[in-house]
């Protein structure tokens, strides 16, 4: 029998560890090849991880919430394969690529500090994802751990589990200066403070909160409890953390309710849509457009197009490509902020928000959706939703999304007021196509006609995207749907 080591895979080019939500196998289970063994989180999506060979779990090598680095083994698999005598049995198994070293996470350095300029292009996506959502949901997770409480600030789930097994308080924690975007505390940031408290017996940082007349010194760690210093190489191991007398589930006092617990991906929306509210100045503008045409089009195209691509062409491929014909009018709705700078992106990302099985919401990203046909859009838009329902999406899969499309008409909704996806800047609702009389005008005179209508709904940032803007805009993705070309191939 040869024993084979799990690694746990690359899961995108940002992410370099990941949490243990589940195991789905325990030791003794036999797995299957590409059977999932366990179910992981990164801050961007969950997932599986699947045996690439059949056998026996013999160990598993980390627990449930601890947090992983890409690249590490996770088990020892059993497998039928004899074992060589003249082989080691190390070399039975596939070396591993080297887990890559953990980054400070850098404020992305948007422009040389010498110029002067407001608006910066951008040549690539940000090095920081876009949240979400609902699309990114950008490392907010508010878990309390091991019952200590952060309200200042966000933090990380590994930033608060380091806090809580280094004893650094909440007090504490606020003060230290972040690296990360908009001031964020990233893990360097921590560990780098903690090697300093560790060889001074504390350390100061050097910040101090703005509209504060006073600083609370930071807290030091108990003495019966020395801190010792964190090499940031070092992978946190999350299980060793203090352990708290489980909490006795919340219960109703009448009877008459049912209390439910938040699940990690709704604490996640949660946390997301609170930080976008007070980030942004939401004002939403509203559209009405004549879509008789496109609905007549796409009732001809649709069975042939089926039968010949092997996909369904909803609305919402061509919801995306009048966006985009509208991004390219209005170049300054595809921007995000960071402090007094507006950042202008010159890839056209479409994040297109999805509906989950479980009743929560994770936004897929079309990259450079600019580049696609619509029949190139479409594949996009069906292979993510599908992935995105199976939970098959990987952390690349929702990161640089710059604008957001959801379609709150599939549940039956004329028009609704979305939350903006940080850090974009605008997003589109579109709402259900109705059958309404409405007003026709023709060289003859008007009259009255049946006619498919529907309203585009605007949200968008107030501080960079004003009401000229904001409403030229929507009003610009409705002319593009109403002048549809009935007799366009596709």
Not at 129 to 155: H, L, M
Not at 183 to 195: F, P
Not at 341 to 363: E, F, H, R, W
Request: proline share 8%; net charge negative; hydrophobic share 40%.
């Amino acid at each position: 029998m040869a024993k084979y080591q799990l690694l746990l895979p690359k899961m995108g080019e940002s992410v370099a560890e990941a949490t243990i939500i589940k195991w789905n196998k325990k030791p003794g289970d036999y797995i299957e090849a590409d059977e999932a063994v366990m179910e992981i989180a990164t801050d961007k999506v969950d997932s599986e991880v699947p045996s690439p060979v059949s056998g026996k779990l013999v160990e598993q090598l980390c627990k449930e919430d601890e947090v992983v680095q890409v690249g590490s083994v996770i088990a020892i698999i059993e497998t039928d394969v004899a074992e060589s005598n003249d082989v080691s049995p190390a070399a039975t198994v596939p070396a591993p690529e080297a887990a890559p070293q953990p980054v400070a996470e850098k404020a992305p350095q948007f422009v040389a500090q010498a110029t002067p300029q407001a608006i910066v292009e951008e040549q690539t996506p940000e090095p920081v994802a876009a949240i979400p959502g609902i699309d990114q949901i950008e490392q907010r997770e508010t878990a309390p751990v091991s019952g200590v409480k952060y309200e200042n600030r966000f933090y990380s789930p590994l930033v608060k589990n380091i806090a809580t097994q280094e004893g650094v308080g909440s007090a504490e924690l606020d003060q230290i200066p972040g690296t990360g975007a908009e001031g964020r505390l990233t893990k360097d940031d921590l560990l780098n403070y903690l090697q300093k408290r560790g060889t001074n017996g504390s350390a100061t940082p050097n910040f101090t909160a703005p509209q504060q007349t006073e600083v609370k010194q930071p807290i030091s760690a108990p003495p019966s409890q020395p801190t010792k210093p964190v090499q940031p190489q070092t992978a946190i191991p999350v299980a060793e953390a203090p352990k708290t007398a489980p909490q006795p589930a919340a219960t109703s006092v009448s009877g008459s309710h049912e209390i439910i617990e938040m699940d990690r991906m709704r604490r996640l929306i949660a946390d997301h849509m609170v930080y976008s509210k007070h980030t942004s100045p939401h004002v939403t503008s509203f559209v009405e457009a004549d879509v008789t045409e496109l609905v007549n089009w796409r009732e001809k195209v649709k069975n042939s197009f089926e039968k010949r691509e092997g996909e369904k062409i909803t609305f919402t491929p061509i919801f995306i490509e009048a966006v985009v014909k509208a991004i390219k009018d209005f170049p300054m709705i595809n921007v995000s902020v960071n402090g007094t700078q507006i950042i202008k992106k010159k890839d056209i990302n479409i994040s297109m928000a999805t509906a989950l099985p479980s009743g929560n919401l994770i936004v897929p990203v079309i990259k450079k959706a600019d580049e696609l046909s619509l029949i190139g859009i479409t594949k996009a838009v069906n292979d993510l939703a599908n992935r995105a329902r199976n939970n098959k999406l990987q952390p690349d899969d929702v990161k640089d999304g710059t604008f957001t499309i959801t379609n709150v008409g599939s549940f039956g909704n004329v028009m609704g007021t979305p939350i903006i996806n940080q850090p974009q800047v605008a997003i589109l609702a579109v709402g259900a196509i109705k059958k309404k009389p409405a007003v026709i005008e023709t060289p003859k005179g008007d009259s009255i006609a049946i006619r498919h209508m529907m309203f585009l709904s605007l949200s968008y940032d107030h501080r960079v995207v004003d009401g000229a803007l904001g409403g030229s805009f929507v009003s610009r993705v409705a002319h593009y749907l109403e002048k549809w070309d009935i007799n366009r191939t596709i």
